[in-house]
Structure formats: structure tokens, C-alpha cells
């Protein structure tokens, strides 16, 4: 057991999901997941702003299999800060079924990154998410986009729809492959027509190095469990227009959630309403994420 107390209020992952009745196509990603700890093993970080349950790459990979899917996108989450530990220790474990995006500071050295990039490391985040960390300088983010550049790996970015605007420019200033994190999150009670998610589809038009996550439900949505209804004309607007640039996860073990939990099999069945078709299907979850994650 982690000697780490949660934070109170927030919820634990789901331990008996419903079996999903969609059968995800052969070699699918679940392409945004995290590890917390445990803590007794992988001390969450000093600056975090919260502290997780619990939840192990043992416990991640029985999820994986109980879905249906084949292989894993494991993001650092802030939690753990900069100590890429856990993160770490999943890799080198997962028998190649899993890869990993990582925090890391300007300060990095390649030997660093050599290590991270041996263990499945494929990318890096940057959080721009105020309530979960501080607003990070750009001037770092900018060397460490340098640095990963011999490594041919991408840039994770995650921010709320309300922040796109000032972050706009910084963010298609950036000389690489990038991914944002849950379309953005944007406002599931306005239209996806209206003006704040079109601005976040002019992005995604114009700069054909982006792709984008259409995940998390839970996180976005108003009307609720387990239909997530005002979530899904977004996503599906964004996999109907981006098709080769989706991607999609559970996001598991769902932090920081307090009106309700996940039931991730009720998850998985939401995939065939935002991607309709077996093609559009295949897209998100095997070649997009395999293209990303599996190129080398």
C-alpha cells in the first residue's frame, strides 16, 4: 500500500468494469493511459498539485487485455513530476506492448533522453492546464523540443479550450510532430459549431503536423454516464474531418474525479458513435497510434 494519502474527494479507478460489447479491430491502442506509483515504490512528485490512488502497470495491463485491445500509450502524468520512474518501469516490463510519453526539463541531457528512448519513450508533455500545474515559461519548452528533435519524437500539449488563443502562436511555432490532449477540452454545452471549438478546428486544419486525442468523456461532459451524449458530435466532428490524425485512449485510472467514476468497458462502447465505420475504426485505433508510437 502507497504511504501516500489520496486527495480527498477523488475517486478510484473503476475495478470491475462491464465487458465492452464493441470488439476493438486486431492490434488495438489504448493510446493515453498513465501508472500512478505505487507510492511505497515510486514517491509522487513534491510539487504535485494532487495525489492519486494507486494504480499499477500489473493492474494497467489487466485492464488492457479485459477490453480487448493489444498495446498501450503510457503518458507521465504530473503527478509524478519529472521523475519518470514508473513510467519507466512499465516499459521495460510490457514485453514491447507498450510506449511512453515523458516529462522532462530543459536541463535534460541526451544520455537522458538515450535512456528514456531505449525504454519506449516516444514523446514528451507539456502542461499548460493551470488548476494542475504552474504556467511553465516557454523558453525551456522550446529547448527541450530542440533536444527531442534527434529522437524523432513528438510533443504531447494539454490545455483548456479557454487558453487556446494565448497559447496559439507558441504552439505552431513549434518545429515538430504535435498531439493535444482531449480535442482540447473544450465547452460540451456550446455547439461544436460555434466560434471557441472552431478555433481549435482552424488549428488542426491549417498545421497538418498536429493530431489530436479524442478522449475523455468523463472530463468533458455534462449530460453524464453512459452515453456521454454532448460529448460525442465533437469528437466525432474531429475523427469525421482528421482521420489519419486520431487517436484514441481510456485515460485510465481516470484522476482527479469526483462526481463520478469510469466504467471503462461503457468507454470502449462509445468508440463505434464518434468513429462510425470499420475503416474510420481501424484508423484510431491501430494505424494512427502504431504510426505515432510503433515507427521505428
Not at 21 to 47: I, K
Not at 48 to 65: E, G, I, W
Given at each position: 500500500?502507497?504511504?501516500f ?81 514508473a ?107 460555434g ?48 482521420p489519419?490524425r ?28 464518434i ?22
Amino acid at each position: 500500500m502507497s504511504t501516500f494519502e489520496k486527495t480527498p474527494g477523488w475517486l478510484d479507478w473503476c475495478a470491475n468494469p462491464t465487458k465492452p460489447t464493441f470488439v476493438a479491430p486486431e492490434g488495438a491502442v489504448d493510446a493515453h493511459c498513465h501508472v500512478f506509483g505505487p507510492g511505497d515504490q515510486f514517491p509522487y512528485a513534491p510539487e504535485r498539485k494532487y495525489t492519486p490512488c494507486d494504480a499499477s502497470k500489473d493492474q494497467l495491463k489487466a485492464l488492457r487485455d479485459f477490453i480487448g485491445f493489444s498495446k498501450n500509450v503510457i503518458v507521465q502524468a504530473s503527478c509524478h513530476g519529472a521523475d519518470n520512474s514508473a513510467l519507466v518501469d512499465a516499459l521495460i516490463n510490457s514485453d514491447g506492448a507498450a510506449r511512453g510519453v515523458a516529462t522532462v526539463r530543459a536541463d535534460v541531457t541526451n544520455e537522458e533522453l538515450q535512456r528514456l528512448h531505449e525504454a519506449g519513450v516516444r514523446g514528451v508533455r507539456f502542461n499548460f492546464v493551470k488548476r494542475l500545474v504552474d504556467t511553465p515559461p516557454v523558453e525551456p519548452l522550446r529547448e527541450i523540443a530542440q533536444k527531442i528533435k534527434a529522437f524523432g519524437w513528438h510533443i504531447v500539449i494539454y490545455f483548456e479550450a479557454a487558453d487556446l488563443a494565448e497559447y496559439y502562436d507558441f504552439f505552431i511555432s513549434l518545429d515538430a510532430q504535435i498531439v493535444i490532449d482531449h480535442m482540447g477540452r473544450p465547452d460540451v454545452t456550446k455547439s461544436p459549431d460555434g466560434p471557441e471549438f472552431a478555433l481549435f478546428l482552424k488549428l488542426m486544419r491549417e498545421n497538418p503536423n498536429f493530431s489530436c486525442k479524442v478522449t475523455c468523456p468523463e472530463r468533458l461532459s455534462v449530460s453524464g454516464p453512459p452515453t456521454y451524449d454532448d460529448f460525442v458530435p465533437f469528437a466525432r466532428t474531429v475523427v469525421e474531418n482528421f482521420p489519419d490524425r486520431v487517436i484514441w485512449g481510456t485515460d485510465w485510472p481516470h484522476p482527479n474525479l469526483k462526481s463520478h467514476m469510469v466504467d471503462d468497458g461503457h468507454s470502449v462502447d462509445l468508440i463505434p458513435r464518434i468513429a462510425p465505420t470499420a475503416e474510420l475504426q481501424q484508423k484510431l485505433l491501430v494505424d494512427n497510434p502504431m504510426r505515432l508510437y510503433w515507427n521505428d
